[in-house]
Structures are given as C-alpha cells and as structure tokens.
C-alpha cells in the first residue's frame, strides 16, 4: 500500500483580515509553500470558490510563478452550485486554469456532490464533462469531493465508478462511526470500488485539535503524541487513502504536519480503539457539529455569519463566558443577528455536515438574545 502524503489544502489560508477571507497574507502563505516544497511535499488543493474565489489566483502567485510545473500536482473543484447548462462546465475549468495560469489539473473533482447538487450536476452532464476533460488531458485524475451518507455514494458509484479516478471525502476519527457523516461506511464503499481516496477534514477544522482539558489529559496519559498527530495518522492510516489535505493556517502548523508525514507511523489496532473512545468524549462537549468550512457564507441572504456564531454557542455552552456574549452581540451588529435568518434555506442545501442551520440559529437566537 503506498504510504499517504500530506495535502496543502489551500481553503483556510493565513488572512490579513480575519473578517476578509479575499485578505489572504500573502507573505506567510509564501513562506508555508517553501517549507512545505523543502520538505518534499508537492500536492495542492484548492476549489473556484475558496477564499472568495482568490485561493486560485494566490496560489498562481506563490507557487506557480515560482516553482516548474513539473514539481507539483494541483487538485481543482468545478463549482457544482454555479452549473445551469452543459458548457458551464467547460467554462468554468477554462477560468480555474486561467486563474492559476496551467495548462492542466492533476486532479479535476465535481465538488460537493450531495443529495441538492448531484441532480444539478447530472444535468449539466458533468461526469461526461470530466472524462472527456482527462481524454483531452485537461486533467490527469477525475472524481468528486463528496458530502453526502453512504446511500448516495452507492448510487454516485453504480452509475460513474467507471469515470471516477478520486473520491476526496470527509474522513476523521470523530466522524468515523457518525451516523450522519458515516466516514467509515463511505470510506469503505471506496475501497469496494477500488476508488482512490484523499481525505479531507482530518481535524475537523480544528475541532479535533481544540478540546477541552479534560480530554486533553486523555491524550496526554496515552502518549506524547500531539492531538494534531492523532487526527492525521488516523486519516493517512485507512486503506486506499494517498492524500490527507489539512487547511493549514500558519507555518507553525506546517511545521507539526510535515513531521507527522515525514515519518508517518500508521496507527495499531489499541490506538484505533483509544481513538474511537475520544471520539465519544468529544462529541458530548459539542454542542453544534460545525466542521467551519465556510461554504455556508457565500449566499445567506441574510449576511449572517453562521460558523463564528456556531463556534461562540459551543463555547458558551461549556464555558459561560461573557467575552462570548460580547463577541456576538459584535458581530451581529457587523454582520446580522442570528434571528435574522429568513430560513429561505440555501445553506441548509450547501452545509457539508448536514445541519439545519435555520433551527440552529433559533438556539443560538436564544442562547445569546436578539
Ligand atoms: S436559511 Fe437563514 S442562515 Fe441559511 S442562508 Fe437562508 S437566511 Fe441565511
Ligand atoms: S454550518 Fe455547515 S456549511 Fe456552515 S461552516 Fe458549519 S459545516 Fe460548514
């Protein structure tokens, strides 16, 4: 089995401006690429929609402009929610390519396939599109990032597993036996399918890596090993896995991971169940499932900011600190409140872990008032 590397997921890059995801800091997100290349690493993931659609032009910037192409791979999504018709395919992978100044992905996915997106893609012929993007040598690898239960990837796979080189899917210890996220039983289904998988979310957007003490003292007598290490070794461990994308923020944090991958140790079956017992641990301190992906924000009619608000609850639920309250009654004067939600529900179609976010948002309403 060949041993996974790690991923650059360029979709959580260090900002200039916390409140500006377009603000990306261009100085430190050079220096990660460097160290990251130094260390032998080479595989890029980005999306048309990350950063407010400049995660492509950045990376066209730091590494594209800087490095031959021959040394690095980039992975690139078609932005399933934005296809109307057939040739929106073809345009939309002609401005990803533009953007980053290629000729060719490594790796082409239709992103976020999910019960409300698969439908839209199936219609603009999207799995059609992708073959023939890898017949023309736009693309070395197709696939698809999936969110979804199992019973969807069942019918994604019957139908196209013949055009799927790569599924990228959300796969941690915490999700692993999950009954909405259900890492393992997708995960699988790869496997039965002989399907490649990369991973991504292995820290849960840094849920994995912020816990409580609590649990951090459960770690700590089990071994030295970071919690960070953990939720990657269990992610690059699992069979058929070749990437494990992290969105690192800082070069601290790329540091950590390259060790962890330079010399990758895979996971034995005791620390297997001492994981899946943390896992349990964890979940009773979350109040809301939120993995921050952010992809929430980009059609809220309402302008609210609904992960900083779903961060905030989970941590005035097991703090009660009034700094929480202050944060939001600041943000939602910034941005909107939380009952500001017109529960036209866009999000709900879009969230990756499958939250209904509008009933949330009535909880959070009620947590921190109006
Ligand atoms: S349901 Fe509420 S939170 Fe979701 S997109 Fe609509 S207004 Fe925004
Ligand atoms: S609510 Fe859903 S879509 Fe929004 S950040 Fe959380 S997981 Fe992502």
Partial sequence: MTQATLGFGAMRLPQTDANNPASIDMEEFTKMVDYYMEQGFNYFDTSYAY?????????KKVLVER????????????????????????????VMLERLGIEYFDVLLIHNINKALLPKAEKANSFEYIKKAKEEGKAL?????????????????????????????????????????????????????????????????????????????????????????????????????TVVLSGMTSLEQMKENCKTFKDFKKITKEDHKFLMKMAREIKKTLAIDCSFCNYCLKDCEANIPIPDFFNLYNSEKLYHLESNVDLYHTSAKVYAPASACTECGTCVEICTQQLNIPELLKDVAGLFGR
């Fill in 51 to 59: 950063h407010n659609e400049k995660s492509e032009g950045a990376l």
């Fill in 141 to 241: 690898k197709v696939g698809i990032s999936f969110h979804e239960k199992v019973e969807l990837l069942e019918e994604v796979l019957k139908k196209y597993s013949d055009v799927i080189d790569v599924a990228l899917i959300q796969l941690n210890y915490m999700d692993w036996k999950d009954q909405r996220i259900q890492s393992e039983k997708v995960h699988k289904l790869c496997v039965k399918y002989d399907i490649e998988v990369q991973v991504m979310e292995p820290i849960k957007g840094g849920t994995l890596v912020n816990v409580v003490d609590s649990v951090k003292e459960q770690f700590k007598e089990y071994s030295n090993t970071s919690i960070a290490e953990w939720a990657l070794r269990f992610a690059g461990s699992q069979e058929n896995v």
């Fill in 67 to 94: 490095y031959p192409r021959e040394s690095y791979q980039i992975a690139n999504k078609i932005p399933t929610w934005l296809l109307e018709k057939e040739s929106d395919n073809e345009k939309l992978v002609d």
